[in-house]
């Protein structure tokens, strides 16, 4: 795996089931809790976040609506805030960004009481600051090229054109890989998942226990 000089491949790799997948995760939260679920951008994090929270009945929260018109990395103070502290007090979230209002976006950032899980997932979503106040971390670890070019078919197929996408992409990774290289997410990692992966192990997801576990 083509990985970032500052990151170190996890493994030993294993393929997992559904039923499997949800017992892993099952001994990392108990009854329920905040899982933060990091990785590059490309990597897949969302699909792996939005099925952790269809297994453990849980509800996703993306960091990029957070981050909508507001900061690519600073929006840790308003998912602290505005979602897991009154989600832990037991209270729906129902959260309107500031820029959501600044620019007119519609809807907002909720999530239900009854949730059993919160999953936050997100580029930066297990840094140090939002770790503290979780039960658990899963780093998305991808193959830099391959999540690039996942990356631009994606803001492609969103109406960018590949040029537009390309600058989009650089720019962004200005941003955002100094700041993971500082922070280092993935030695917080209960879980280490390889969701681009997925292709050669269909309908399984590939893991290995994090340093956090094996430390």
Do not use: C, Y
Request: glycine content about 10%; proline content about 5%; aromatic content about 6%.
């Amino acid at each position: 795996m083509r990985l970032h000089p500052e990151e170190t491949e996890a493994g030993p790799w294993r393929h997992v089931d559904g039923a499997e997948l949800a017992g892993l995760l099952a001994q990392l939260l108990g009854d329920g809790g905040v899982l933060l679920v990091d990785g590059r951008s490309g990597s897949g994090k969302s699909t792996f976040a939005e099925r952790a929270a269809r297994l453990l009945d849980g509800a996703v929260v993306h960091s990029d609506d957070l981050s909508w018109n507001h900061d690519a990395v600073a929006w840790d103070d308003l998912a602290l805030t505005h979602v897991i502290e009154p989600w832990r007090r037991g209270e729906s979230v129902d959260f309107r960004p500031p820029a959501w209002v600044t620019h007119g976006r519609d809807g907002s950032v909720s999530v239900p009481e009854s949730a059993r899980v919160l999953v936050l997932e997100g580029v930066g979503a297990g840094r140090a600051s939002l770790a503290a106040h979780a039960d658990a971390v899963v780093w998305v670890q991808s193959d830099r090229l391959e999540a690039r070019e996942r990356g631009l078919r994606r803001d492609v197929e969103l109406g960018r054109t590949p040029e537009e996408a390309e600058r989009f992409w650089d720019g962004w990774m200005g941003a955002e890989e100094p700041f993971l290289a500082s922070e280092r997410p993935w030695e917080r990692a209960s879980l280490v998942v390889a969701t681009l992966e997925a292709k050669r192990a269909p309908g399984r997801t590939t893991v290995a226990l994090g340093p956090a576990i094996r430390g």
